[in-house]
C-alpha cells in the first residue's frame, strides 16, 4: 500500500526522536499546500506487540493530501513494556510535536489542537488519550484532541483474550459506573478500558468498524457508541457490512480506496468536524 501512495504534494520528515528509546521516533508529513490548522497524529495498530510508523506511510500520505500536517509514530512494544507505557509513549510524541514542527518553520501554536486517528491497538490508544487527559499532562503537552477516530478499536478490553494477555498485566479494577451498569456492561471494569473512562468532558468521536471483523469484534465499537450516546458525547458510528480488520485500515490507501468507503467516510466527518 505504501508503495502505490502519491508523494509528489508533501515532504516526509523521517525518524525525529520524541525520547530516548529507539523506538521513540516519529515521522511528519508537511503538506505542500497546508489548508488546516490542526494537525493530525495516525496510530498504528498491531495488537500492542507488531508494528510501526514505516508500514504505515500510507496513511500519513493519504491525511496530508487532505492539506493537514500529519504525524505517525513509533512506539515500545510489548514484551519491552506493558500498558500504561504504550499510551505515555504517544503522549510523548505528542508533547514533541510543537517543537519539531517549529522548526518546520510552523508557528507557536503549532498542534495546539490535534485530531486522533488510530487503528486496532492504536485505536485503543487514541481513545484512551481522549477519555483520560492526564496522559497528556503527565507528558506535558499542552495539546488538545479536538476529535478522535477510531478503526476497528477494542473500547471494551476483556483481560484474558489471548491476544491481551501479559500485556495488560497489573491493571487496577475501575470502580463500574452506574450508567456503566444501567447498560448492561458490568464486566471488564478495568483501568485500560476507554469505555470505563468515557466523560461527557470528552471530545467528539467517529467510531468506525468492518462488521466482518474476526480480530476485534464489532460490538466493541457498539458498545462504545452506546456508552457516548448515554453521556450525550457528540459521536459517529459507521459500519460497513463485509469489512474485516484489515481491509478497514487499508481502505485509508489510494488502492483500498476502490474497496470501501472509509476514507470517503473519514474525510466527510473531517470536513463536518471543521465547520462545527
Known sequence: MNYLAPRSH???IADLP???DPRHTLDIYMPKHKTQDEVIVFIHGGAW???NKNEYQFAGLAFSEL?????VPSYRLYPQVQ???FIDDVAKAIASLPKHLRLQGEGTDAAKRIILIGHSAGAHTAAMLASDPSYLARAQSRSVISTCIGLAGPYDLPLDDPLVVGKFDGVTLHDISEQRIDLGHEH????ANPINLATQAMPPMCLIHGEADETVGPYHS???AKMLKHLAVGHQHITYPGVNHRHLVGGISKFGRLLNPVFKDICTYLKAHKNQ
Not at 67 to 71: D, P
Not at 188 to 191: F, Q
Request: proline share 4%; hydrophobic share 20%.
Open 222 to 224: 457498539e458498545r462504545f
Open 83 to 85: 500498558f500504561p507505557q
Open 49 to 51: 506487540d507488531t508494528g
Open 18 to 20: 520524541y525520547d530516548q
Open 188 to 191: 471488564n471494569a478495568h483501568e
Open 10 to 12: 508533501c515532504k516526509r
Open 67 to 71: 492539506g493537514y500536517i500529519t504525524a
